[in-house]
């Protein structure tokens, strides 16, 4: 029986209350919450890779495909991530070219 995909849940952090950010930002903020849900995102993808990658190897997976999938998600995770990154340093060169 073929299970249905999952649909991928939104970041931690990024549909906060007003008062959940009030609360964030006296802890860090949200951005810094966004960040650490995208790492945890791609350490959680990779280590279901790494895990039914396992499994394919001993034989104990009787659907490859979620292999593949999985494989899929973890790289997804990964190129948002990398993305993310790539605009907050894009974001933080802006703000050091402005003059004050």
């Known amino acids: 029986m073929i299970s249905p995909i999952e649909q991928i849940g939104a970041l931690g ?6 008062a959940a950010n009030g609360a ?3 802890e860090g903020g949200m951005f810094e919450s966004v960040f650490r849900s995208a790492i945890e995102n791609v350490k959680e993808t990779d280590a279901e890779v790494v895990e039914l990658e396992y499994m394919m190897a001993t034989g104990q997976l009787d659907n490859p495909a979620l292999l593949t999938i999985a494989q899929t998600k973890s790289t997804i995770a990964v190129d948002m991530l990398v993305q993310m ?3 907050a340093l894009e974001a933080y060169s802006e703000l050091n070219r402005i003059s004050l």
């Open 13 to 18: 952090g990024v549909q906060q209350t007003n």
């Open 24 to 26: 964030a930002a006296a």
């Open 85 to 87: 990154r790539n605009k």
